[in-house]
């Protein structure tokens, strides 16, 4: 495949939600599109991978890709197809949840276990490059470790005992969490022989440590420092996991897993592909385990190889600085990507009444020809610190406050707030719940160049949801931006005139000929104005806006017929 061949996707609006975002199933969202004219403004729905079989994060820790049987069923798929609304998907390259029928069989069989070398033995990983410490694990040289981000604490590792007993250290780049069982006083009885009082005790003593997260190797064991050993090896022997496991791509078991989620993917309706994580999977001792070069490209050329076969686009997604100009590369490459940037532009432009570096990006993207899909908000933070090298830092860091000002909250990843910077809030919250803001920023993505993908709680003009991040408890900030919405809450939403005149501008992007990644295209900006300009085939469509008090106008050019089509 040359490098300027363009993979065919179209540049009309995509709907984005959870499957149980609008009235707890799909079969609710599927009626509420149905119901509200859904078809008429959107060609595509994104569906977020709890669609599937998982346990964690949302979706994202997929156990296997059959339908997640609480919210979806085939025939609601059917009915996404029969609006005519090509699916989006999600595959999740680089891991899978320890709750797989592969990470299983490992804890079941072990060493004899056909899936052993499916996912990365840290170990195998680092031997000969490192120290063996005493808990198990190899300490890699610090040199080939220099270059590599840990998203948490600590080395990414989770350590899972085999059947003959012996515990080994998988690759654990997300989240993990081990819960042993709470032994009561026959437990104790039965594997100390204590006599009943004395194994009351020291049941209460070992539950009362592990209930406030004391690891089972910094257990307590005071005057039962003799039954030490025995109490360990009943926890650890009867530990269940939770996690996301990183995949060894190296292994023709994996790559099987990946033909045969591609064709699954492919039966249920999928046109788009979404990339989830896939540039942590290239890994390599001295590498950086986060799109290491050129493992990540090598690999994304292998996935395209199988993706071909089911005629399906895919979607890279990669938060990188605009400096790193990774957008670029994806472009040469003939991939779609993701414009990170652009709900931060927004922002700015509207804020600061000068649309000056919303144009330079709009002007790259033509002139460089970068496709991308663009978005305000997501199921995640708005990217701000994606924007480094396109806005100044001191217009970021603005920015970054104006947002949490507003009741966004930020995650910082064990203090590194410079590496991983993403504000959790409505799009709507994040600007000021304004709804002249709102307005002009969905006619502003509309008429920038790219592939629409809208929010439902943005297109809802939802609040921030502080009820849901309560209800989350720690690390549930994204639950902000998540609202799950009783059917009869979405339908009353509609009533709202910010609502319903999205719909309008959606509509009209929808079915107006003027827009295509092949259309004529030109922008310009003056004071705080703003001018958007498409035309195609005889067809012209105008955005003209003043960013300083949000008014703007949409008109249409028809051979000689002009009409105004939206004025606010």
Known sequence: MGTSKKRKM???????????????????????????????????????????????????????????????KPEDLERVKALGMDLK????????????????????????????????????????????????????????????????????????????????????????????????????????????GMA???AELICGQLEKGVLVRELQFFAYENCRETVTEFLEFNAKYLGQMDLNIRSPKVWEYYEDTLKKLTGYGAKIIRLDAFAYAPKAPGEKNFLNEPGTWELLAQVQKLADRYGLSLLPEIHADYSEKIYEKLAQKGYMTYDFFLPGLVIDALESGSGKYLVAWASELREKDIRVVNMLGCHDGIPLLDLRGLLP??????????????????????????????????????????????????????????????????????????????????????EINRTSLKLSEAKAALKKEVVRKQLMLLKFRRRFPAFGFDAEFTVSAEGTGICFVWKKEGCEAMLTADLSDYSFEISTKTGEKSVIMFRE
């Open 200 to 202: 009351e005790k020291l």
């Open 89 to 196: 998907l999600d595959f999740v390259l680089n891991h899978a949840s320890v709750l797989s029928k592969q990470f299983q069989d490992i804890l079941k069989w072990g060493e004899e276990s056909e899936y052993r070398d499916f996912f990365i033995d840290w170990n195998k990983f680092w031997e000969g490059k490192g120290k063996m410490t005493a808990e198990g694990y190899i300490e890699p040289e610090p040199e080939l470790i220099r270059e590599m981000f840990f998203r948490k604490p600590g080395l990414p590792i989770l350590m899972v005992r085999l059947p003959d007993g012996k515990k080994v250290p998988y690759w654990n780049t997300f989240y993990q969490e081990i819960r042993y069982p709470m032994p009561d006083a026959q437990d104790m009885m039965r594997i100390t022989n204590l006599q009943y």
């Open 10 to 72: 179209d540049n009309a609006p995509m709907f984005n939600a959870y499957p149980d975002s609008i009235g707890g199933t799909l079969s609710d969202m599927v009626a509420f599109l149905e119901e509200t004219g859904g078809k008429e403004a959107f060609c595509s729905f994104y569906i977020l991978p709890s669609l599937f079989h998982s346990d964690l994060d949302r979706g994202f820790s997929v156990i296997d890709y059959e339908l997640n049987q609480l919210y979806a």
């Open 393 to 478: 830092e001191e217009r970021i860091e603005k920015l970054i406050w104006t947002v949490v000002d507003r009741g966004g909250m930020v995650k910082n990843l064990h203090g590194q707030k410079n590496v991983y910077y993403q504000v959790n809030a409505t799009y709507y919250s994040a600007l000021g719940e304004n709804d002249r803001k709102l307005l002009l920023a969905r006619a502003l993505q509309l008429f920038m160049p790219g592939k629409p993908q809208v929010w439902y709680l943005d297109l809802l003009a939802g609040n921030n949801d502080y009820e849901a991040v309560k209800r989350a408890g720690a690390g549930g900030h994204k």
